[in-house]
């Protein structure tokens, strides 16, 4: 990465919420355990906020537009009991993480949206799993029996050992060297799931109460390499996922799908990523409630390796910029779209 490369990642990762920074490892905390830090100068992005909270927001103090922006796999705070219980290393936690999505997005308030920034780690608990998306097989009752009885959803993301609390690692090797009791998952939901989602929930009602209508834009990322079934060999740029049609109004979606492809970007919709639990659960387009799920090519923009910014990242932040505004200037429009 060339010496302006630099300088343009750490101009965006500096932006945004105030709960995160850049600089050397020696300033770590040390409850957060963030790999690849402070190594010949590289930048790190670590969570250095109150241990309590759930996620960060920004936001006019007064809602600007009928746009919201909100990131569910980007955080970065690694309780560590946690990665001390772990099977596995830090660094194979760290697959499940949307790296920097909340700094490629961070441009959103500054046009006029509200951003939802979770601060948990996805490996902890995922945002984007309905609350009951829970592997039976992982639990044990108080005298130590595994709870077969116990029905949860059996979606195919449980069955991919990718609930609430994810139980394989990418490799597919189990993430806990023991099973965990409902306890221990029921206090994962009530401390970093529950508020992220009440907020989630209460920011929707507000945007769309003063402006008749909201467009939700669910930031995530995905990783570079093929996706088996994918007709081609190569990952798209940008996935728009929908839920094939049924989160969003089709002409948001269409008008999404332009913005990126006159930036450049090779775009793809519903596939692989046709949108989680949030597009399933908050997306209502017959009450003008619309909710687009925008998966990026790490590639683009990550050291998948190293988790640290590559050379794209610049640009792609400067062209998320561009999307936040377009965006943000689209949802004016909000009342079109009622169904």
């Known amino acids: 990465m060339s010496v302006a490369e630099r300088a343009e990642v750490k101009k965006y990762l500096s932006c945004g919420s105030p709960k995160f920074s850049v600089g050397p490892a020696s300033t770590l905390a040390s409850d957060i355990r963030l790999s690849g830090a402070g190594r010949d100068g590289d930048l790190w992005c670590a969570w250095i906020g109150d241990p309590s909270a759930a996620f960060a927001l ?69 945002l984007n799993r309905s609350e009951d ?54 206090r994962r939901i009530e401390h970093a799931y529950a508020p992220y989602h009440a907020k989630l929930a209460e920011l929707l009602a507000s945007v769309r109460a003063r402006f008749g209508g909201v467009v939700l834009i669910d930031c995530h990322s995905m990783p570079s390499s093929p996706i088996p079934g994918l007709r081609s060999a190569r990952q798209p740029d940008i996935v728009i996922g929908d839920r094939f049609g049924q989160s969003a109004h089709p002409r948001i979606v269409a008008r999404i ?19 989680g639990h949030v597009t399933h ?15 990026v090519n790490r590639g683009l923009y990550l050291d998948e390796t190293r988790f640290q910014p590559g050379a794209g990242f610049g640009r792609l932040a400067r062209d998320l910029h561009s999307f936040c505004a377009e965006i943000v200037e689209m949802s004016q429009d909000i009342g079109d779209f009622a169904r």
């Open 281 to 295: 659960y908050y997306g209502r387009p017959q009450e003008n409630q619309h909710v687009i799920q925008i998966e």
């Open 257 to 275: 799908e332009t913005m990126f492809r006159k930036m450049g970007y090779r775009v793809a919709r519903n596939t692989p990523y046709a949108g």
């Open 133 to 186: 998306e829970i592997d039976p097989e992982m639990l044990i009752d108080s005298e130590g029996e595994t709870i077969r009885p116990f029905q949860r959803t059996q979606s195919h993301r449980v069955l991919a050992g990718l609930g609430i609390v994810p139980k394989l690692a990418a490799d597919g090797r189990p993430l806990y060297p023991r099973q965990m009791t409902f306890g221990e998952v029921s």
């Open 58 to 126: 920004e936001a006019p103090h007064t809602p600007a537009s009928a746009a919201i922006f909100a990131s569910p796999h980007s955080g970065r705070f690694y309780p560590a009991e946690f990665v001390d219980a772990a099977n596995c290393q830090l660094s194979d936690l760290r697959q499940f993480e949307d790296a920097f999505v909340d700094h490629l997005f961070a441009s959103a308030p500054e046009a006029g949206a509200a951003f939802l920034q979770a601060l948990y780690a996805r490996a902890f608990i995922d």
